[in-house]
Every structure is written in C-alpha cells, then in structure tokens.
C-alpha cells in the first residue's frame, strides 16, 4: 500500500488530486501504455503514450544525479477507482488520505497487482530518468497530478491537451534568461558572449542576433538567432555542459574532466581560466575576416543570402576550428590578420553565398563547410582528418 496526503482539485473535465510522493516510491507503482499497433488484431492501434526517447533518457538520467535537479511541473497519473480509498484527514480542512492498494478482482475484474495501479499520463521520462538517481543522493520527492477511475478516453484527452496545448519556449528567450543566472556555466558563457557580440558597434555582428529569436523592435538586418550563436559556441567549451555548471556552483570549474583535449573543445582552456575575453576576440576576430573577405555577402540581409543566416553561420563555425588549429600550437588569440590569411585561399565568391547554390539546412552549411575546408586546408581534406 502507498499513501499520499493530497487536496482536492475541481476543474471542467473533472475533479482530480494534487500531492508529492518520494520518486522510489512512485516507481513502485507506476505503468505506461505506449500507443503501437495491438499485437492481437493487425491494424489496430492501442496506448496513448509516446515511444521513450533513448537520447531524453540519457540526458535525463544525467540531470537527476545534479545537485540543482528540479521537476517542478506535476508527473499526471491515473488510478483505477478499484486501487483507491479516500478519505478526511481530521483536523485538516481540505486535506485526504488517498491509500493506493492492489485490487485482486474480487468482483469478477481482472485484478491490478500494486505496480500497476498507477498510469502514467504524463512524465514518464521524467520517471524513467529518476529511476537512474544515486539514491545516496537522498530523497527526490515528485509532485503528482491523480485522476481518479479516468477511462481511457479521458486519459487520452489529457495527455493531448497537455502536450499539444502548450507551447514550446523559444530557445533563444531561455538562453536570455542566462542573464539573471548567479553562477558560470557554459551555457552562461555562451550567451555572454553572444550578446557582447552583439553590442559591439565595431564588430562582425553588431545587430545581428535577435537576442529572443525574434526580431528586435527599431532594429533591421538581424538574421541570426540568439540560440544558433550560442549553440555554435557551445561545441568548443567543455564537454558536459551540464555537469560543469554543478562544478562552478563548488567552485571546481577550473578543473578539467578526464581526457579534455583542447583540440577538440578549442575554447575549453579559456572557459577554465574565466577568460571569456580570448574566447570573445577568436570568435570577433575570424568573422572579422570573414566580412572583409565577403563584405556584402555578409552585410546583406537580403532573402536570398545565406551567409549571416544559420547555413552560413553553422558552416562559417565548424571551420572556425580547422582554421584555428591550423595557425595554433596552444591556445591563443588569433588574429583577424591571421584568418584573412587562411580566407585567402578560398576562391568562393560572395554572389554564389545564396540558397540557390546552397540549401537551407544541414545540407547547405556542409556543403559550404567542405568547400571552405578543400580550399583553405587542402591537407587536411585530402588525409581525411577533418575535425568534428
């Protein structure tokens, strides 16, 4: 038997229970129902819940285990009105005693065994992902959302309207909100240095990132997302970005994880050094030479350019890094003098940076990419040692 202290909760569908229960707990007695193709008649499709995204898995199992892990919104569960007894806490206007038991059928239906006699609606990654928490961490308690004896119709209409209902944030407006965020992380890194970059009236991106994936009131020409900076710049600091912001919150960010190799994460010595600086002048520095090289290719917002938009820019960043450690045997400041150099050699010219040569999308900024590279670093792309 499990017991929960819950309110009541009365809303257009029905009535319903709010209450927390300790994750290991919950895990006892939860189930899913994933919507497939029945296994018993060809053509039939059962279930309401999605399939489990091994990749949210992953990430999830690693967030639970951080030391600022939070789930704030509400795991919705429904439970056979056969498992339940309700009843008054006295001394406690409003709040019940809601016991959840195995049901064994005594009135011809077919029994419930305990660990299944709660159903999942809604988080059931999130569920999934507790189940991999260190228990010497302690107890994570989960809020929980109980309907009571609803059939499947009605589970299906709440996990629609919970998840088709809602809308996605903007990643660019959550990478904003790193603005009011006490401690260092990649992530903060990033976005400080994006909009630094931004604000520079005399740099390559001056109004030219719409800081909350939007459009700027007053301003034109902005073509870039503030996520898609960010995210360009994120593959070259460390690694595992969530666990470092857990590191600086003890004020271990300054030590490297197993087998760092700048190489390959060319900004992650700065990032240890709280150098943003360095990483701020490498960024300016080469899109400097790029606008030089390609002045109104880059400069133009027209429709049909694709240099300053997110073909261009995911292109121009992967080879950043070849560029980088072309003309670096340690980490340094490169100079805009330095990539010019390397820009030389490419022999694109800035008329054809349009989508018709280059499609929106991966297909585009890899094309660019390996053209940039074949020119520039024709070593490099004929020993097939490309950096990732």
Request: negative net charge; hydrophobic residues 35%; contains cysteine.
């Amino acid at each position: 038997m499990t017991v929960i202290n819950v309110l009541r909760v009365a809303q257009p569908i029905g009535e319903f229970y709010i209450g927390a229960i300790d994750s290991r707990a919950l895990l006892e007695i939860t189930t899913v129902d994933v919507r497939n193709f029945s296994l018993g008649n060809a053509g039939e499709i059962d279930g309401i819940q999605r399939e489990l995204s091994r990749t949210r898995l992953r990430d999830l199992s690693q967030y639970v285990n951080l030391d600022y892990a939070t789930f704030p919104t509400s795991v919705i569960l429904a439970i056979d009105s056969r498992c339940v007894d309700l009843s008054d806490i006295p001394g406690c206007q409003g709040l019940k005693r809601l016991e959840i038991s195995s049901y064994d059928g005594e009135d011809g239906g077919k029994p419930i065994p305990l660990e299944a006699s709660a159903f999942v609606i809604d988080g059931q990654h999130r569920l999934a992902g507790l189940a991999n928490r260190d228990d010497s961490k302690g107890p994570f308690d989960v809020n929980v959302s109980i309907f009571v004896g609803a059939d499947i119709s009605d589970q299906a209409e709440i996990f629609s309207r919970v998840n088709l209902a809602q809308t996605k944030v903007n990643k660019s407006l959550t990478y904003d909100l790193l603005d009011y965020a006490r401690d260092k992380s990649p992530y903060k890194v990033a976005h400080d240095i994006v909009v630094a970059l931004n604000a520079d009236e005399r740099g390559p991106f001056y109004r030219k990132i719409k800081r909350l994936g939007v459009r700027t009131p007053g301003v034109d020409g902005e073509t870039l997302a503030q996520a898609t900076v960010v995210e360009g710049l994120l593959r070259y600091l460390p690694q595992n970005q969530e666990k470092e912001r857990t590191k600086s919150i003890f004020g271990r960010s300054r030590f490297t994880e197993p087998n760092e190799d700048w190489r390959q994460r060319i900004f992650a010595k700065f990032y240890r050094d709280d150098d943003s600086l360095s990483i701020y002048m490498n960024v300016s520095n080469f899109f400097e030479a790029v606008s030089d090289k390609w002045g109104d290719a880059w400069t133009s917002p027209g429709e049909g350019q694709i240099l300053p938009r997110t073909t261009g820019y995911n292109a121009l960043i992967r080879f950043m890094k070849d560029a980088y450690l072309s003309v670096v045997s340690e980490p340094r400041i490169v100079e805009k003098e330095e990539f010019a150099a390397i820009l030389e050699l490419v022999n694109i010219d800035g008329a054809d940076l349009n989508k018709d040569n280059y499609l929106p999308g991966s297909a585009g900024a890899g094309k660019l990419y390996g053209q940039l590279v074949q020119q520039a670093l024709p070593s490099k792309y004929s020993q097939g040692t490309l950096f990732d």
